[in-house]
């Protein structure tokens, strides 16, 4: 190498690969980063997801954890995840390889499908972390990725998702005990007891959200800067898109918690989450707005049924039954649009 000429990098920056653009791969810094003042970092190239191995095969795991923190000199060790919750990230990233599925290709399957439901997770927010999942290797993060997978699984005929399951829902009991509660942690507990509730364990269910709905308090996840009403998946501001996320993660747990209640044996248990005391609107909205609209009034309707006085709880219920058949009557009504996203919301009313 000549004496004027700058060592490269093996691989682009971190910066350069989120943009897609070309990186000149110079050290100690890219020449777009020095130009924009960013702190330019390298990692190593990563393995595909099919190629990782168990756990329990790689030896020295907690050795090889703390060469991988020194070969960039710019992570800090005090803000990477400690030894235990790193472990954890790729455990979960283990489990997703046995499935032969690539992150993309999970990232893209559960937009397609399960997002026009349930839109409580950002895309743009999403890629932009997966982007650095690889130097940051985030636990809580990890266990998203893992229960997108889970819901998203379609296994060969005469196969089970047993396994799956099992160890994604271990794997999501050890972050609860290991890390903080985070937004990434709830999303995942909701995709969790979403896929219980689809495999005919609606106490499972109910006991997974509500353990996701404690968090949720621990996380202050229901701030009063956060809007009460569920944002419309198609009405997306980019500039207030973390507030969108919180508030819908939020009437995620109001809507399933009141849903996997009706499930129940014994009905009159108590919720632990509280359902705003707002209007919502009836007009015509997508398929997770009229599913907070449903939730909201069934909310309603086990409130009345448990008032003493006859009367009252008469008069309510026959508010609550005009409420009822005007959101069912804009529920049902044809639509040139996805008509499917309705069902759930519809499903709910009924009850």
Known sequence: MASNQRPRAANVCVHCKGRKKKCDKALPSCGYCARKELKCQYRRPRLALHHARPIEGIPGIYQSLASESEFNPTIRLSAAPNRSERTLSL??????????????????????????????????RFHTRLLSFGATQE???AILLLAMCLVTYRSDPGKDVTELYLSARSLFLQAQALCRSSLRLIQAGILLAVHEYSRRSPEQALITIGGCVRMAHTARLQQPTCPPV??????????????????????????????????QTVIDQPLLSK???????????????????????????????????????????????????RVLTIMTEPSSGASTVFCWAISIAIR
Request: aromatic residues 10%; charged residues 25%.
């Open 91 to 124: 455990e979960a990233q283990w489990v997703i390889s046995t499935t032969g599925r690539y992150l993309d290709e999970i990232s893209v399957r559960y937009f397609q499908t399960v997002h026009p439901y349930i839109p409580i997770i950002s895309r743009n």
């Open 139 to 141: 636990p809580d993060f």
């Open 230 to 263: 569920p944002k419309c998946s198609s009405m997306v501001d980019l500039n207030d898109e973390s507030v969108d996320e919180h508030a819908n993660t939020w009437w995620g747990l109001l809507i399933y918690e009141r849903m996997f209640l009706c499930e």
């Open 275 to 325: 359902m705003p005391d707002i209007t919502l609107t009836s007009s015509a909205q997508d398929g997770f707005h009229q599913a907070a609209q449903a939730a909201w009034l069934l909310d309603r309707a086990l409130d009345t049924l448990s008032t003493p006085d006859s009367e009252d709880r008469h008069m309510r219920l026959r508010g609550l039954d005009f409420k009822l058949q």
